[in-house]
């Protein structure tokens, strides 16, 4: 059974950094689209930043400039770098994979911004 695994999170204050990793248990071979999205209490889960091999990497207006995804399509790895982190970034983060045929998703890993 195809696994993410986030790790990464935890509680950080305001102005720091964090930076989130995600691995694929069964390495898949054809991912394409790596992503990170986040959920917080009361909201829809919204996407924070994505990179394809099909596409340009994206940024929610939200996180751009602060937020640096990177990865490996061929190791099924992905990353989020946050820095400057700002209260409302307060949510789970959820890593997602893609080949053109199926979508996994991880479990999610809590950031919690706060003084």
């Known amino acids: 059974q195809v696994q993410l695994v986030e790790s990464g999170g935890g509680l950080v204050q305001p102005g720091g950094s964090l930076n989130l990793s995600c691995i694929n248990s069964?390495?898949?071979?054809?991912?394409?689209?790596m992503a990170w999205y986040r959920q917080a209490p009361g909201e829809q889960r919204e996407l924070v930043a994505s990179m394809s091999t099909l596409a340009n990497t994206y940024y929610a207006d939200a996180v751009e400039g602060r937020f640096s995804i990177s990865g490996d399509n061929a190791e099924n790895t992905v990353h989020l770098q946050m820095n400057s982190l700002k209260p409302e970034d307060t949510a789970v983060y959820y890593c997602?994979?893609?080949?053109?045929?199926?979508?996994?998703w991880g479990q999610g890993t809590q950031v919690t911004v706060s003084s």
């Open positions: 997602k994979m893609s080949t053109l045929t199926m979508t996994f």
């Open positions: 069964r390495n898949i071979f054809g991912i394409y689209y």
